[in-house]
């Protein structure tokens, strides 16, 4: 026959239960409370990363926005380099393909572009150099340079004048070389 337990070691065996009880539930909050600090950190972690590539991509979206704008500004400078063409504010649009916006709006960014032309005289003609710059609050995002020769000859200088914008007749306005291809 078996002696049971003394009537006054009962509750210490209920105590020593109850404490592994206890203890299981806690190191359970202690996990939990590790696991949730690792996931606020790795959340923080992401969103950083995701926060400066999207800084990187509206950068890259105004830089490829510049390069257009000094493209376009190129053609009209090799189109008539005699126009006086200064600086000028140009909005561009940059909410979804399609949408309208005015100058006013806050979806559109204000590009200044600048094309100081500096005339050459040569022999036969004069030679234009254009220098565009295009710059956005401040800082020059894309400059290109460029030139454009335009003959004196009597015969090309009636034909450009019949032909507004345009003042080349059998060759008379080369473009030369960019120094920087655009698209």
């Not at 105590?15 to 202690?30: C, I, M, P």
């Not at 510049?66 to 940059?94: C, I, K, M, Q």
């Not at 600048?114 to 022999?123: G, H, K, L, N």
Request: overall charge negative.
């Amino acid at each position: 026959m078996q002696v049971s337990a003394k009537a006054w070691e009962r509750p210490q065996a209920r105590v020593q239960k109850t404490r592994y009880a206890s203890w299981s539930g806690a190191a359970f909050v202690v996990e939990a409370l590790i696991l949730l600090v690792f996931l606020a950190a790795c959340l923080a972690l992401f969103m950083s990363m995701f926060g400066s590539a999207n800084e990187i991509g509206i950068a890259n979206t105004r830089q490829e926005q510049a390069l257009t704008l000094a493209a376009n500004e190129a053609e009209l400078f090799a189109a008539d380099p005699t126009r006086v063409y200064g600086a000028h504010d140009v909005s561009v649009a940059t909410g979804l393909a399609g949408r309208t916006s005015t100058a006013d709006s806050p979806e559109t960014e204000i590009f200044t572009v600048r094309c100081d032309v500096t005339p050459e005289a040569m022999a036969a003609g004069t030679l234009y150099r254009a220098l565009i710059t295009v710059v956005f609050e401040g800082e020059t995002l894309y400059s290109l340079q460029t030139a454009c020769y335009v003959s004196n000859t009597s015969a090309e200088v009636d034909a450009a004048q019949a032909t507004p914008g345009i003042a080349t007749t059998s060759g008379s306005q080369d473009a030369a070389t960019n120094e920087s291809e655009v698209a």
